[in-house]
């Protein structure tokens, strides 16, 4: 069974400082994986994905996640983080069959101090 | 391109009574999710249609939630009786393909 682990319930970075917050997954063959975001009061907004191809994805806000095979890892990074990054994200795993059924992880609440 | 509609956008209710919430995703999305959210946690998937067939409903309290989407389309879900637990938002999703979800806003759930 597919299922997708945030092991961080919150992380605390100053601006301008980079920024990483972790996921891992667990499913049988090659994943899609994505990243979403929440900010308060909101719905989830798509961040970024990885289909195939470059280990580096590069999405929306200058945010960008590494997708590691060999430890299973698609963890989600950004060079300098901003106050207005602060909000609540998602890891979601999705496998290749063709019931696009989704997982989705726990949730990172990301506080950037200023 | 609209985005994913949803109403009411909050609703608020008595134990035991019933509440019904309703979906209208991208057009030509043919994949439409129902996903409860409590506070604090990721959303939890309660159902899934491809068109207007089930990929999915594993989740759903099927003794007291329903869900619809006739014409492959909009889509509701409806909650007979509701229970203190199920105070939560509910989050509608669609996509192409399994591709890269688009949320609505959400209807925020308070039951008392």
């Known amino acids: 069974a597919q299922s997708v682990a945030q092991p961080e319930d919150q992380v605390n970075v100053a601006e301008g400082n980079p920024l990483t917050v972790k996921c891992t997954y667990s499913?049988?063959?090659?994943?899609?994986l994505f990243w979403y975001v929440q900010y308060p009061n909101r719905g989830l907004q798509f961040l970024l994905k990885?289909?195939?191809?470059?280990?580096l994805v590069k999405g929306s806000y200058g945010f960008e996640a590494e997708f590691n095979k060999s430890q299973t890892s698609f963890h989600l990074k950004k060079p300098s983080a901003l106050v207005s990054d602060s909000a609540l994200y998602f890891c979601a795993v999705r496998d290749r069959g063709g019931t696009y059924k989704y997982i989705f992880g726990t949730g990172t609440r990301l506080k950037v101090l200023a | 391109e609209a985005g994913v509609a949803q109403s009411p956008r909050y609703k608020i209710i008595e134990k035991r009574q019933s509440v019904a919430f309703w979906c209208n995703p991208i057009?030509?999305?043919?994949?439409l999710y129902w996903y409860q959210q409590i506070l604090g946690q990721g959303p939890k998937l309660l159902i899934q249609f491809q068109n207007n067939g089930v990929v999915d409903d594993s989740q759903l309290p099927k003794d007291r939630f329903s869900a619809e989407r006739l014409k492959g389309v909009d889509s509701t879900l409806k909650i007979q009786p509701a229970k203190l637990e199920d105070s939560a938002v509910y989050l509608c999703?669609?996509?192409?393909?399994?591709?890269?979800?688009?949320f609505g806003p959400g209807t925020r759930l308070t039951v008392l």
């Open positions: 990885y289909i195939t191809g470059d280990n």
């Open positions: 499913v049988s063959g090659n994943p899609y």
């Open positions: 057009s030509g999305h043919a994949t």
């Open positions: 999703a669609s996509s192409q393909r399994g591709d890269e979800q688009f």
